[in-house]
């Protein structure tokens, strides 16, 4: 097995519609992805306003959902998108493992991934350690952006390198990670919503930052769950 020292990953969150659109653009680049749904919203029609654009919030229909993403990963966003340190201890766990299994029971194997729902303070020690304690799951992605390519020491409070709209931001980090020629493995994971390339118009951007970050031979393309938790490629260099 060839050894890697640089990964790179995506995330992105709620499962909708948009996710067809992107899933398309990952194939044609060999880039894999973690999707993060809440089980009992799919199929949903909504509508939200970003960027002062109104753009559609459909959910992916759940008979969709298995051939959809597959050759990606299926994680958890909670049930029903609630802001979890607002909830009793019970609900919280509800809300985690119930998704976790039916989840699990539309890809056709165990999710173990999930990612906080809802913007702000979308979590805390408390509702990381009932995650942590009380489900199956085996690591939480939260929002906060470490802007660093270091693995993450807590999988339960993981913090992604960078988000997808803070454009300059990303741009730089994509020189900086092509760039590296590291000693230590690193991680290069950026995340978002895929309705977002609608609001602000930026699918063409973004398709130039995978053709730029495409086909490099020391670069190890997984999902959250190969590049956090498997031998894929973490066995090799001992995270």
Do not use: C
């Not at 130039?208 to 769950?225: A, E, P, V």
Request: aromatic residues 12%.
């Amino acid at each position: 097995m060839k050894e890697f020292r640089k990964a790179l990953t995506f995330s992105y969150d709620d499962g909708v519609r948009q996710d067809e659109r992107l899933l398309a653009l990952f194939n044609a680049y060999g880039m894999k992805a973690t999707f993060n749904l809440n089980s009992a919203l799919l199929g949903k029609e909504g509508a939200l306003v970003r960027n002062g654009v109104e753009i559609r919030h459909d959910k992916v229909d759940p008979e969709k959902v298995r051939s959809l993403y597959r050759g990606h990963e299926i994680a958890g966003h909670t049930l029903t998108h609630p802001s979890l340190p607002l909830l009793p201890d019970e609900e919280v766990r509800r809300q985690v493992e119930e998704d976790r299994l039916a989840l699990s029971d539309l890809a056709g194997y165990e999710v173990v991934g999930m990612a906080y729902p809802g913007g702000g303070q979308n979590h805390d020690d408390r509702v990381a350690g009932i995650v942590r304690e009380k489900t199956g799951a085996q690591y939480a992605r939260t929002i906060l952006s470490s802007y660093s390519f270091a693995p993450e020491t807590d999988l339960y409070k993981l913090r992604p390198t960078v988000y997808h709209l803070e454009f300059e931001k990303v741009e730089s980090l994509i020189d900086a990670f092509l760039a590296s020629e590291p000693e230590t493995p690193q991680i290069f994971y950026i995340w978002g919503h895929s309705y977002e390339f609608d609001a602000w118009d930026f699918w063409e951007r973004f398709e130039g930052w995978l053709k730029k970050l495409s086909g490099k031979d020391d670069i190890f393309y997984g999902t959250n769950r190969e590049v956090l938790l498997s031998d894929a490629w973490h066995g090799k260099n001992g995270l």
